[in-house]
């Protein structure tokens, strides 16, 4: 398979030169943070006072972890690094957990930021003579323009649809023949639905990939969106405060998410201690960007939670990859007692014929009684069948989750179309638990 890199020096580089390089941009990384109120007090409990206090990776340790509440108390210019008059963007988080974090970028932030989305286009095998279709939302989230610009550097014809209105989206892709999507894995199954709804074989569109990413889906909802438009789909990691999408990509091996590493410092600490962990662990991920002007972050705690790959892909970037992201550490619910990701759930709902493109969970009780309800789409036809064989379904489901979770949720089957839609991040957990 020939594959093509877009700064292959920089995909490529060995442990040990990509190391040397780490270090030198984290020293220039580290005064440019001192340039930022935030950094410049934050730092001098620490005895760094430049760059040049850091004589080693290790030294990274020294410095304090930086969190999405600074980010919140910094705001609105707190960590803002250059002159005002260097500042060319701004970004927000979509604020899935609270109040919204601004970025600010530089020209340069930018053109950094497009190379790496750039780098992700072709270690997909997309190129130039694909056409894109963004269906990502354009504005203070970074997914729409983030993306918009390495794909427009790589030479892809963009459709810049943003989110939303799906007939639209559809006869968009009808006419000018889209051959790569952007979306959310929950949208894309909307999509689905919505041509089989107007009776549109999914497979007979020009498609060939999607990129899906912003918020978690198991390799069930991959094979499962695969399947139904008989495309690759890709994995794309990323947030807002370290740029949007072009953090970690999958290439064309699908297995995990290459992390640029001569742009970001990685590191998998223990949510609850704090402490570094091994490769393969899993644990919380944390960021330092390197290359970073306008704002500058140092071991930024992403809260999302994963492992790293270490073994060397067969693609030769050597970057290396992280599994797919079980959820944020704030995600995980506990229902009587039980821990569980509903990325777990979703999981075990994707693997089973039946069950269609959407699903929900809802949270109740009643005094210390806690029930998990599980609000599942089947396929129309199935509605046909008995009732019964409903409750067989029903079963079957429960079963399933059951045996994954050890919790015994109740199912509930839906029509397609009636649980609720979400263009952008869709909301899978609805908590309506009364704290006691
Ligand atoms: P917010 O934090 O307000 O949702 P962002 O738009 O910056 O704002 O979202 C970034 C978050 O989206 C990540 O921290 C992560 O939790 C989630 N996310 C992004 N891409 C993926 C992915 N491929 N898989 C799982 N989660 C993802
Ligand atoms: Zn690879």
């Not at 970037?317 to 959820?327: E, K, L, N, P, V």
């Not at 929900?360 to 009643?366: A, D, F, G, P, S």
Request: glycine share 8%; aromatic share 8%.
């Amino acid at each position: 398979m020939s594959v093509d890199f877009w700064q292959n020096d920089l995909e490529t580089l060995d442990r040990q030169s990509l190391e040397a390089l780490q270090l030198e941009l984290l020293k220039s990384s580290v005064d440019q943070a001192l340039q930022a109120p935030f950094y410049k007090n934050r730092l001098k409990k620490t005895g760094i006072c430049s760059g040049q206090d850091i004589k080693s990776l290790d030294d990274l340790k020294r410095i304090p972890f930086t969190t999405k509440d600074d980010l919140r108390e910094s705001y609105p210019r707190g960590m803002l690094a250059v002159d005002q008059e260097q500042v060319v963007r701004m970004h927000a988080s979509s604020g899935t957990t609270g109040k919204p974090t601004v970025i600010y970028h530089t020209i340069k932030d930018i053109d950094v930021w497009a190379d790496l989305v750039a780098r992700c286009v072709l270690a997909s095998g997309a190129g130039k003579n694909d056409v894109f279709q963004n269906m990502i939302s354009y504005g203070l989230f970074t997914g729409g323009l983030g993306f918009h610009y390495g794909a427009e550097r790589v030479g892809m014809m963009i459709i810049p649809s943003g989110t939303g209105n799906t007939a639209r989206q559809i006869k968009l892709m009808q006419d000018f023949s889209s051959t790569v999507l952007h979306a959310t894995p929950s949208y894309m199954l909307h999509v689905n639905a919505k041509l089989i709804e107007n009776k549109i074989d999914p497979k007979s569109l020009a498609l060939k990939k999607a990129y899906l990413g912003a918020e978690p889906y198991s390799e069930n909802t991959r094979k499962k969106i695969e399947k139904m438009f008989d495309i690759d789909i890709y994995n794309s990691y990323g947030m807002s405060e370290l740029n949007g999408p072009g953090v970690g990509f999958e290439c064309v091996h699908k297995c995990g998410m290459h992390i640029w590493e001569d742009c970001y410092i990685l590191e998998v600490i223990d949510p609850d201690t704090g402490e570094n962990l091994k490769e393969g662990e899993q644990g919380e991920m944390v960021f330092t960007p390197l290359r970073r002007q306008a704002t500058p972050l140092l071991r930024y705690r992403s809260r999302d939670l994963t492992s790293i790959i270490p073994e060397p892909c067969a693609c030769g970037r050597t970057g290396r990859r992280i599994a797919r992201i079980t959820g944020r550490s704030d995600d995980m619910l506990i229902v009587s007692g039980v821990n569980v990701f509903p990325s777990q759930i979703e999981e075990v709902l994707m693997k089973i014929p039946e069950v269609g493109t959407n699903y929900q969970i809802y949270l109740e009780n009643k005094g210390a009684l806690e029930k998990m309800v599980v609000k599942v789409e089947i396929y129309s036809k199935l509605f046909e069948g008995s009732a019964a064989a409903l409750d067989k379904l029903k079963a079957k489901i429960r079963e399933e989750i059951k045996a994954q979770v050890v919790l015994n949720p109740l199912i509930e089957l839906h029509e397609p179309g009636s649980l609720p839609v979400y263009e952008l991040k869709s909301k899978r957990v609805v908590d309506n638990r009364i704290k006691l």
